[in-house]
């Protein structure tokens, strides 16, 4: 079945960077996008941005650009997005998703930006 | 960026009773090929959100036929026939016309 994978909780402090991974399983990788939220008590659902996981080419929220950036490791399934320069703002729970329709999640990567 | 309001829901429900969820968005989401680009999920407390309904009327594969979407252009409807106990969440519908897709602030449905 379809599954997405995600890297455990990260505890952060100001200003440094996190790299949170998403391993697909169950389909072809390179035959969906893989687009990553967020999601905070705050703030609700925003949408970060997708990478096309064939080419790698990537499309992000204005609001994220400069803040995440997304890779992709074809060999090994797997999704990346980089968070830099962490403030207590990015504390969130981060998911990836399958497609831009989003018809499979990971379980969620939960990021604390504190010193 | 379109926005997208949703209303509440005078919980809690009854158990067996039916439930209507309501989203508006700020622009059309019919677009020239016919198809709204509109998706619901549920958030069950404590897991991810899961993909209910996409194309604003078609369920995706696994979901109850007691789910059902239907809407025009900006106003959407989710309704939840005979609720049960494993459809408490937060409902969260979404755009997917214009980048950055947006969700609507989400819906928490109770049953009593």
């Known amino acids: 079945q379809v599954q997405l994978q995600q890297s455990g909780a990260e505890l952060a402090k100001p200003g440094s960077s996190v790299k949170i991974s998403c391993k697909a399983s169950g389909y072809t990788f390179t035959s969906y996008y893989i687009s990553w939220i967020k999601q905070t008590t705050g703030q609700g659902l925003e949408y970060i941005g997708y990478?096309?996981?064939?080419?790698?080419?990537?499309n992000y929220n204005e609001k994220f650009k400069g803040k995440a950036t997304l890779t992709v490791d074809k060999s090994s399934s797997t999704a990346f997005m980089q968070l830099s320069s962490l403030t207590p703002d990015d504390s969130a729970v981060y998911y990836c998703?399958?497609?831009?329709?989003?018809?499979?999640w990971g379980q969620g990567a939960s990021v604390t930006v504190s010193s | 960026d379109i926005v997208m309001t949703q209303g509440a829901l005078p919980n809690p429900v009854p158990s067996g009773e039916s439930a209507s969820i309501t989203c508006q968005s700020s622009k059309s989401l019919l677009y020239s090929d016919g198809k709204t680009y509109l998706n619901w999920y549920l958030q069950r407390p404590g897991q991810s959100p899961q993909l209910l309904i996409y194309?604003?009327?078609t369920r995706a594969s696994g979901v109850s036929d007691r789910f059902s979407g239907s809407g025009s252009g900006t106003d959407f409807t989710l309704k939840i026939s005979r609720v049960e106990a494993e459809d408490v969440g937060v409902y969260y519908c979404q755009q997917f016309l214009e980048f950055p897709f947006t969700f609507g602030s989400g819906t928490k449905l109770e049953i009593k």
């Open positions: 194309w604003m009327s």
């Open positions: 990478i096309n996981t064939g080419s790698g080419g990537t």
């Open positions: 998703a399958r497609g831009i329709q989003g018809d499979a």
